[in-house]
T-cell receptor
């Protein structure tokens, strides 16, 4: 069975500081990994995804994540936080194949302090 | 291109009452998903459709929940009767599915959700 664990339900950073949101996955087969962002009262929006190939994945809004198989991690980073980054972030895992059931983590709420 | 449309956005009902949610997926998307998101949790899949066929409804509480996608386009999720524990956000998502979806990761696009409060 596949699962993801997001470390820290709430993360606070100062505006301009590094954003680091942690995600570890468990999958018995090579995973597909995703980060989604959810703004208040909105649905989830895909930030980035890893399927195969390059392990450093760049997404929208300056975010990137690195797939580290040895650490079973897929942490999300952004060099400099903006106020507009305040939202909830979900890590998710799936696997290759015709049907990809996506399993979501419990989310990390990012607060950006001016 | 229009995104996934859901209505209503908010619904407040008393327990034991019925409620229905509607979803219109992105045009051309064959696969449609209904998720439930409890407060402080990630979305959990309730049911997945490939065109008009429900291909994964293993997590749908069938005693009170039902769903349909009669023409393979828009879909309705119903709860009857609602219970206090059904209070949550109900998210609809769609993806290409089919052959096109199998050839690449089938990214899911989410609607804004319906926030249900059962009193």
């Amino acid at each position: 069975a596949q699962s993801v664990t997001q470390l820290g339900s709430h993360v606070s950073v100062s505006e301009g500081a590094l954003v680091l949101l942690r995600c570890n996955y468990s999958s018995s087969v090579p995973p597909y990994l995703f980060w989604y962002v959810q703004y208040p009262n909105q649905g989830l929006q895909l930030l980035l995804k890893y399927t195969t190939g390059a392990t450093l994945v760049k997404g929208i809004n300056g975010f990137e994540a690195e797939f580290k198989k040895s650490e079973t991690s897929f942490h999300l980073t952004k060099p400099s936080a903006h106020m507009s980054d305040a939202a909830e972030y979900f890590c998710a895992v799936s696997y290759s194949g015709g049907y990809q059931k996506v399993t979501f983590g419990t989310g990390t709420k990012l607060q950006v302090i001016p | 291109e229009a995104g996934v449309v859901q209505s209503p956005r908010y619904k407040i009902i008393e327990k034991k009452q019925p409620v229905a949610f509607w979803c219109n997926p992105i045009s051309g998307h064959n696969t449609l998903y209904w998720y439930r998101q409890n407060l402080g949790q990630g979305p959990e899949l309730l049911i997945r459709y490939e065109n008009e066929e429900a291909v994964d409804d293993s997590q749908l509480p069938k005693d009170r929940f039902s769903a349909e996608r009669l023409k393979g386009v828009d879909s309705t999720l119903k709860i009857q009767p609602a219970e206090l524990g059904d209070s949550a956000v109900y998210l609809c998502a769609s993806s290409l599915g089919g052959v096109a979806g199998a050839l690449r990761t089938d990214t899911q696009y989410f609607g804004p959700g319906t926030r249900l409060t059962v009193l």
